[in-house]
């Protein structure tokens, strides 16, 4: 039997070239619920309300946007809770004074808390505790709730003087966060849909919310838990015991977004910029 100049067979031959002509199959796509998000498998619509649930606070979420492109975010959960007038995500890092008008005049609204840990934010209960002394109705909040990183929240904060319009207020005594499965900064750093359930909670005088809007989330980290999932301590926890390992520079988001564009395989012709 004659082999080939590469040492196979020639009888080989007709194999490779019939693997030539096939055509493979595109990968399946998993079928996606259109209310929570998720693969339908690990559906959490009965997680959620029957019914949004009604609210009379307004929730602004700015996001930063690499927060989007994370898996396992908590706010397509909070937006699939509440009405779609309650609950607006507007993405971005810029927001300059006089390019968002309608962002501006909501902002300069007297009924609008910025959720921001600053020098001078309020504990939010001191927020109704003036309204109960006055003898006032609960007034339809705006709550404006920075979604990101703390680097990133704290960045969009400082760098947009809009968002300094508005009073800040801050939560206190919160408990540790029961989103397990994401590592927070800190024991009391809570996920976005914690903080706005905590916060309307508070604000409408109403706890039921809180464990309305907890039950999704719950429910989501017990799904990534079963499915071998490891629980996450807070980098304030890992630290006091001396278990907290700074991630590589290398791994960060940024990073390998700088090095997707500058690898020789990037064919834009602009790398680097």
Not at 201 to 213: C, D, H, N, S, Y
């Amino acid at each position: 039997m004659a082999d080939g100049e590469d040492g196979s067979s020639a009888d080989d031959s007709w194999f490779f070239d019939s693997l030539a002509h096939l055509t493979p199959e595109p990968p399946t796509k998993r079928t996606m619920c259109d209310r929570c998000g998720r693969p339908a498998t690990v559906c959490l619509c009965p997680f959620l309300p029957r019914q949004p649930l009604q609210v009379s606070t307004t929730v602004y979420i700015i996001q930063h946007p690499h927060e989007e492109t994370r898996v396992l975010r908590t706010v397509p959960l909070l937006a699939a809770c509440l009405p779609p007038d309650r609950c607006h995500v507007i993405r971005g890092k810029r927001f300059k004074q006089g390019h968002h008008p309608e962002l501006e005049l909501m902002l300069s609204s007297p009924y609008t808390y910025v959720l921001y840990p600053s020098d001078d934010a309020l504990n939010i209960e001191e927020v109704t505790m003036t309204t109960q002394l006055a003898n006032q109705d609960t007034p339809p909040y705006n709550m404006v709730i920075i979604d990101g990183t703390w680097t990133q929240a704290r960045d969009i904060y400082t760098a947009n003087e809009i968002f300094h319009l508005p009073k800040q207020v801050k939560l206190s005594g919160t408990g540790v966060s029961e989103y397990v499965i994401r590592t927070q900064p800190t024991d009391n750093s809570l996920s976005t849909l914690e903080t706005a359930a905590v916060a309307m909670a508070a604000l409408e005088r109403r706890p039921e919310i809180k464990e309305v809007l907890f039950a999704p989330l719950r429910a989501l980290c017990k799904f990534q838990l079963e499915c071998g999932a490891q629980p996450h301590q807070s980098k304030e926890y890992l630290k006091s015991r001396g278990l907290y390992k700074k991630p590589s520079p290398h791994h960060t988001p940024e990073n390998r977004r700088l090095c997707k564009k500058t690898s020789p395989h990037n064919t834009t012709g602009k790398a680097g910029l």
